[in-house]
Structures are given as C-alpha cells and as structure tokens.
C-alpha cells in the first residue's frame, strides 16, 4: 500500500463521527495499561525491600514473600476506582456536571483544609489524608479537576459578559486564589504549578485578553522564584538544575535516572531487566518512573509515551473544536492542556531540560488520588466527544457502536446537554426558526438565479433572432422607391396624404406599388430605380421631398401595410383604395382610379 493510499485512509478514519470518543477510550486503555506494566516493573524491588525492612523481631522473610506485588496491588485497586469514575463522567448529562461543579469545588476547599490539620507529613510535604490500610488521600489532585469544571462553568454562563474585567475575574479569581493558598500552606509547589496551568488554560479557551496573561504571568514568575527560594530543599534543586555538577547530592535522583536512560539505548534492556530501580534511583515507580521506561524499553518505548500524549493533545483540541456548546469548548480545551502539560513538565525533568517539581506522569506514575482523578478527567472527556454533533446524530441514527455497547453507554437524551431543560424548547423553536428562515433563502435565491438564467437566455434568442434577420436582409434586399406625389392625389386631405406618403417610404413594397402607378410627375425610369442621393445624412425621394433616415433605421421586417384612411368627403358605401400587391419589378398587378377630389380641400 502506497503512502498516499494510507493517508487517504487514514484522513476518511479521522472524518467519522465517534473518532473523537475511540482515541479518547484508546489512549486511556493504552497509558493505563502501560502504566500497570511499569509500576509492576519499577516497584517490585523497593516493595520487598521495604517489607524486609519493616519486620519484626519474629517474623521471618517468608512474610515478604508476596510483597514485591503490594505497590502493583495497591495501584490495580485505584485503577479499578478509575474505572468507575470514568463510567459515571461519561455517562452524566452535562448540565449535571455543570449543576454539581460549585459543590464539588466547595469539597475540594475543605478537604485542603482539613489536611493541614489531620494530614500526615511526607517527604517535607503534609498532603496526604490517611485512610488505614495502606491507602491515603491527596486532596490537592481533586482541587484541579474541581477548579477546572467549575471555571469553564462560570465563564460558559457569562460569556456574553467577559468583555469586563470583573466579570472576567471575579468570582474565579478569588477562588482560585484560596485554593492556591491552601495548597502553598501544605507546601506543595508541583501542585501549585499545574493549579496555574489549568487556570490560565480555562482563561485562554474563554476569550480572556492577553494583556491579562502577560500580567499573570509576571506574578506567577514571582511567586515561583519566591516558593522556590523559601525551602532549603526546593532552593537545592533550583541550584541543582542550574549547575548539575556543583552539588552532586542535590543531582543525585537526576544523574541516575540519565543514566539509565543511557543505558537503555535504542531498543532497551528489556522489561524487568533494570538496574537503576534496584534502589539507585529514589522514587522510580512515580516521579522517576520515565527513566525507568527509557531503560528497560529505550527509544523506542520512551518515544512511544511520547507520541500517546502527543495523540491526546491532538484529540482533546479536535473535541474542542468539534463542539458547539462553550461549557464543552472550554472544559475539552483546558483538561487537555493540563494533562498533556503535566506530562510535559515530568519528562522535562527527567531528562534534565526542567527543574525538579514531583509531578506525577498522568496514567503512569504510582499514586492513587492521581490515577482516579486522571481516569475521571478521561471520563468527562469522552463525554464530551459524544456530545459533538456528528457523534451525537451518529449515535441517534444508528446506534452506540461496539465500544459505547461494551461501556454500557447510550445515546445523549435531547436536553440532556449543558442547555437547562427550562430553556431547550426555546433552543429548539430558535433552531427551527432558523432552519426556516435559512430555507426560504434558499428558495428565494433559487427563483432570482432561475430568473437571471431565463433572462440571460431570452436576451440571447433575441439577439441570434436580430442577428439571424440582418444575415438574411443584408446582401439582397431592394431599396425602397418613393412615394408618389401629393398632387396626384388632389381629392386626399394635405395631412393624410403626407402621412400615406410618410407611411410608404417606410414600406418598402407599398413604395414600389405607389411608384407603378404615380402620375407623370416624376418619369417611369426615375420611379422603378428609386432615384435616391445622399445629401448630410438625408434621402432625397423621387417626389423632392428630403427624409432622414440612415441605413440601420430601415426596418429588418417587412410589416403589414395598414389601410388608408377614408377621405371625408367619399361617398357612402365607398372605401378608399388600398395598395395592391405588388409583383416582380415592382409592377402593380391590378391598378385602382384614384379617389375623387375635395373641391373645398384643393381651394384651402
């Protein structure tokens, strides 16, 4: 198969309607998937370390014998959670997600605040709720996607208002500040960073200025130079990234993750065969875990993650673009752009382009709160490709294909999108008002091109027709001979013998009858030769009388000779004469007498 052949597949599968929702379900499987493999991977030495470290003075090492699956363990627990919060986000109406965002964002801000007072501190850090078992709870990862359906929420339903500062700013503004604040006093800066990304993300797909963001972001420069600075150990990293080689300790987890990429090269060392996860890399299943993928799958396998979230950018600004309603525009945009940067951020540290912040890779790294909220944000990102148009009319055409069957999804009830069911009639009566109206445009367009065509058409015919006349007329046509004197009428009134006379040098044919049979005013060879000379313009007739006409006035058709008028003094009973026909030469076949005179008429 040719190249051009793939891409003309390739472009007609991207042109179907539920493409946006398959790469979405995809990619999720795909990161999720790859995810397991690799905390399996990454973590099994430290999980039985860590359990042999923790014996006690009774036990033996058979206690740890299944211990190297209990970081794995711990992990499927969250994804199967995620799995659940991505069936529940894909199967809410929208309007549901946008009704319960302000809830939602109002948990979020007292769980950031019940853990500065009962979380637990770990690795300088208290964002953690304990829940027993193993398993805790990291509000801050809630408070993104909180803050992010909620803003896109708020700016959706003012956004015929944004042109203003305070509507653009307030009430989001605030609130994201004291989210920011409560996450500054766990003290959590990777938080705090992807926190910034997500609301410059909402503000951008809402239409705010970019005066704005130029102003946000030389305070957030501050602010992270301040909370970088205010920490020994963040100061340390800071410097680190600045001069790796100065501070050898502070580079140490960056220096061996380089290294096992290093060794990993093109192809790998194979799953499972790493070196640096038998506890030379700190935190190699979850800040670290793309070192790991670099050495045990090389290139290769580090290029592939890469191209996953390359594909998911792609995919989630295709649901933005794709969607019509504005809640749907903002929420795609802004989700992806802080998944796609998060994962950004964490290989940029890893390979020592970005400093070290301990953000997790999306869908990969180990940690519980971040899987479930990640899957969650899949979730309502698939949803929201089924509320694309095409998608949505696919699926009430033809039915939920395999995928949507297989998850149990149906298709998006009429009303059940971000419009509020008090105002869908009036939506619909709008649409059809403008269906209506787009459709009598179209007819109306129709009949005036209709009429143009015919018009056009029409004034061709004409002038093939005047065209056709002028072919014919042009080369053998006679000229006309003049009309026969007034005087041999003396009966006719002076005014109706100059209209007759008028009349039949108009006529080329009554010319001709009349020159037959005139008096002998005029000779016989002047009256069949239409004795004719041109003086300024004007023809001068055999009868002396100058007429102006040129040669384009002459009539192309030969018209009907009307009759004459009756003189006033004829008889009752008596016609006047009409002109015979005329033959060949222009020879009278039959020959009338003339009308008799008016005694009065010839003495006025």
Not at 186 to 206: E, H, R, S, Y
Not at 300 to 312: D, E, R, T
Not at 499 to 511: M, N
Request: one cysteine or more.
């Amino acid at each position: 198969m040719t190249p051009a052949a793939v891409g003309r597949r390739l472009k007609g599968w991207l042109d179907r309607p539920m493409t946006s929702f398959h790469l979405v379900v995809a990619l999720m499987s795909l990161l999720l998937v790859t995810g397991l493999i690799m905390v399996l991977s990454s973590s099994s030495v430290v999980s039985y370390t860590s359990c042999l470290a923790n014996l006690g003075p009774k036990d033996g090492p058979q206690v740890c014998d299944n211990s190297s699956f209990s970081v794995f363990q711990r992990q499927l627990i969250f994804a199967v959670i995620g799995a659940i919060g991505f069936m529940v986000a894909v199967r809410l109406p929208v309007r549901v997600v946008r009704a319960w965002s302000t809830a939602f964002v109002m948990v979020s801000l007292v769980l950031l605040a019940a853990v500065l007072v009962v979380g637990k501190m770990t690795n300088g850090a208290r964002s953690w709720i304990s829940l027993g078992g193993g398993f805790s709870l990291q509000p801050s990862e809630f408070a993104k996607l909180a803050l992010l359906l909620w803003a896109a929420h708020v700016f959706a339903a003012k956004r015929s208002s944004l042109g203003s500062l305070k509507q653009l700013l307030i009430p989001v503004i605030p609130v994201a500040g004291l989210i920011a604040l409560l996450v500054m006093l766990q003290p959590d800066l990777g938080t705090l960073i992807v926190l910034a990304i997500v609301l410059g993300a909402v503000m951008w797909f809402a239409g705010a200025p970019l005066w704005l963001y130029s102003l946000a972001a030389v305070l957030a420069v501050g602010g992270m130079l301040y909370l970088a600075t205010s920490a020994d150990y963040r100061m340390a990293r800071l410097l680190a990234f600045v001069n790796p080689a100065k501070d050898p300790d502070a580079s140490f987890q960056l220096f061996q993750g380089l290294y096992g990429m290093g060794r990993g090269g093109i192809f790998g060392v194979g799953l499972g065969n790493s070196v640096q996860k038998w506890r030379w890399l700190p935190f190699a299943d979850s800040d670290f875990i793309f070192a790991i993928i670099g050495e045990e799958l090389g290139l290769i396998g580090a290029g592939l993650v890469i191209a996953m979230f390359a594909a998911l950018a792609y995919t989630g600004l295709r649901i933005a673009r794709r969607n019509v309603d504005p809640f749907a525009k903002i929420a795609a945009g802004s989700i992806t752009v802080w998944l796609v940067g998060q994962a950004a951020i964490n290989i940029g540290y890893v390979v020592g382009v970005l400093p070290t912040t301990g953000l997790t890779l999306p869908l990969i790294s180990s940690g519980g709160s971040s899987l479930v909220v990640t899957m969650t944000a899949f979730g309502v990102l698939a949803n929201l490709a089924r509320r694309e148009p095409a998608a949505a009319a696919a699926l009430h055409a033809g039915g939920p294909g395999p995928v949507a069957r297989f998850l149990g999804i149906h298709p998006p009830e009429p009303g059940s999108g971000s419009t509020p069911k008090r105002t869908a009639k009036k939506v619909a009566a709008r649409a059809e008002r403008r269906a209506e109206a787009k459709k009598r445009k179209e007819i109306a367009a129709r009949e005036r091109a209709d009429r143009q065509r015919a018009d056009r058409q029409r004034a061709e015919r004409e002038r093939a027709g005047r065209a056709a006349v002028t072919a014919e007329s042009g080369g053998g046509r006679r000229p006309p001979v003049g009309p026969r004197d007034e005087r041999s009428q003396p009966g006719r009134p002076r005014g109706d013998r100059s209209r007759a006379a008028s009349s039949g040098a108009d006529r080329p044919g009554a010319d001709r009858s009349r020159g037959a049979g005139s008096r002998a005013g005029s000779s016989r060879a002047d009256q069949a030769a239409g004795r004719r000379t041109k003086r300024g313009g004007q023809r001068v007739v055999a009868g002396g009388r100058a007429e102006s006409r040129s040669r384009t006035d002459q009539p192309r058709s030969r018209p009907e000779q009307p009759p004459l008028r009756q003189p006033r003094n004829a008889p009752s009973g008596r016609t006047s004469p009409v002109s015979p026909p005329t033959g060949r030469g222009g020879q009278s076949r039959t020959r009338q007498p003339n009308p008799p005179s008016d005694p009065r008429r010839r003495s006025a």
